[in-house]
């Protein structure tokens, strides 16, 4: 997690705003050290005044139990205690500031730690997930839970289980080693479509402190997007020591020897300087179509469950990619997402292994690496402008959830003409183009190689 320790809490209240006289009535609070609950902290409070019927169906706390329990103030002075000099954290944290900060200054205390917002961070994070309220949260991250909301001590401990699995999946999925509060903090405040490039920012930042202290193996090397195995129900695809791993590259791009392709071989390269047998698919040379929604692939006993019934080009190469040890697809962004060919294949090789069950499953039954190449003609600004990332980051989930580990390389402002001269062009000035070219597609040829190196190391 970082070098710090949080306090994740949670109110109960009266009602929705401490400036209409509303005061709290429950307090629930998990201590996380080392991205783990260490301590816990939960007291009813008595606010001096009843409470509505509809507060009382709404946290099952009634006028009765509220009786007896001991003043606002004397739990705040033990609570104030609790969350000592520690980070804070809530979900939706403004609510739960607000009454804080009230509280506190009933009793002339003032609180001087940071907030950070679990719900705010969690948009940036899942943008795909159906909600962003804890239950729902709970529900698609499978997080721990008793069943029990709106209760304050439940609450806080669920925003702490989704705390540390955020913590986790940036770890996982962005290469970050540490997660400062911070990054937690800034993740909040930027825009969605900012947030893929700041976390990349924040990994490389990370990695090169590392390079520059350690030197690095690819052993070591971190890995990105990986469903735990218990989550996922695949085998790790183990090393295999006597036979050659098998590398599929697919080819999105109607050209074989431009940008997408040279980054695709460049893969290929890093995969078989590791040992591993590869292959290039160029999907523009192959005759097929999308998914037809025939839906035999969701057959109950059918001979085709799990599998793609259509027979064409495609056939072929499902297989292989099934039998592979890990595959990279690589496509231009055209208008904003993949290629149609792409597109259509996509279909062809996600929806046979979606076991339509709550939550969704994968039939993919091994567990291996995949990798998605980008080019395009935009910069990484821009992208991140024009919205690029959500598409991005949805097929990498795909990807990661399918087949059990994705990673995403992009490279942008690509050549996109032989000759700049002969095509009707303004959009930027070419010689900067061709200079990019001599000068940056190198470094993401680079960065294309270790991919393919690390689309073959073990699995955990
Ligand atoms: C039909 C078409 C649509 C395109 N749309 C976009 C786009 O929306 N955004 C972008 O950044 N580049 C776009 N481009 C540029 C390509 O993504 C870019 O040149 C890419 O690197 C081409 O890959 P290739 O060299 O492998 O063919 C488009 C190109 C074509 C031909």
């Not at 509505?52 to 004397?74: D, Q, R």
């Not at 104030?80 to 509280?103: G, K, P, T």
């Not at 969605?192 to 402190?209: D, I, N, P, W, Y």
Request: neutral net charge; charged residues 25%; proline residues 5%.
């Amino acid at each position: 997690m970082g070098n710090y320790s949080i306090v994740v809490l949670d109110f109960e209240t009266t009602g929705l705003s401490p400036d209409y006289g509303d005061r709290v009535i429950e307090v629930g609070a998990v201590l996380i050290q080392d991205n783990e609950i260490v301590d816990r902290f939960q007291s009813l409070m008595n606010p001096g005044k009843r409470i509505s019927s509809f507060i009382e169906n709404y946290t099952g706390i009634t006028n009765e139990m509220l009786k007896s329990a001991p003043p606002v103030a004397e739990v705040m002075e033990r609570f104030a205690s609790f969350i000592s000099q520690h980070h804070l954290v809530a979900h939706n944290a403004s609510f739960d500031r607000r009454f804080l900060d009230s509280e506190l200054r009933r009793i002339n205390l003032q609180r001087s730690q940071e907030f950070a917002c679990s719900m705010l961070v969690s948009r940036r994070l899942y943008p795909e997930a159906p909600s962003h309220s804890l239950e729902s949260l709970v529900n698609y991250k499978k997080l721990k839970t008793t069943g029990v909301y709106h209760r304050a001590l439940a609450d806080a401990e669920m925003t702490g289980h989704l705390w540390i699995g955020m913590i986790n999946d940036l770890k996982s999925s962005f290469q970050i080693d540490a997660v400062p509060f911070s990054v937690m903090q800034s993740l909040s405040k930027i825009s969605k479509a900012a947030t893929a490039g700041f976390l990349k920012r924040v990994a490389e930042e990370q990695l090169s402190q590392a390079i520059s202290s350690a030197p690095r193996t690819s052993a070591s090397r971190p890995r990105r997007n990986e469903a735990p195995a218990a989550e996922t129900g695949q085998q790790p695809t183990a090393r295999k020591e006597s036979k050659a791993m098998k590398v599929i590259a697919i080819n999105g791009s109607p050209r074989k020897k431009w940008n997408t392709a040279t980054l695709l071989e460049k893969a290929l390269a890093g995969a078989k300087s590791s040992g591993a047998e590869v292959e290039i698919v160029h999907l523009y040379d192959l005759n097929f179509k999308g998914c037809q929604s025939c839906f035999a692939c969701k057959l109950k006993n059918g001979a085709s469950y799990g599998t793609c019934a259509m027979n064409d080009d495609l056939t072929p190469l499902l297989e292989k990619i099934a039998a592979a040890d890990a595959f990279v697809l690589g496509s231009p962004i055209y208008f904003g997402t993949v290629t149609g060919e792409m597109r259509s294949f996509m279909e062809r090789l996600f929806f046979p292994y979606l076991a339509y069950t709550r939550p969704p499953t994968t039939l993919f039954k091994k567990k291996i690496r995949a990798a998605f190449i980008y080019t395009m003609n935009v910069s990484e600004e821009m992208m991140a402008q024009n919205n690029y990332p959500v598409h991005i980051n949805l097929n990498e989930a795909v990807l990661a959830r399918t087949f059990g580990a994705a990673e995403t390389l992009c490279s942008f402002e690509t050549l996109q003409f032989e000759d700049y001269d002969k095509v009707v062009f303004s959009y930027c000035d070419p010689h900067e183009r061709k200079k990019r070219h001599e000068t940056v597609f190198p470094d993401d040829c680079r960065k294309a190689f270790e991919l393919g190196e690390r689309l073959v190391q073990p699995l955990p």
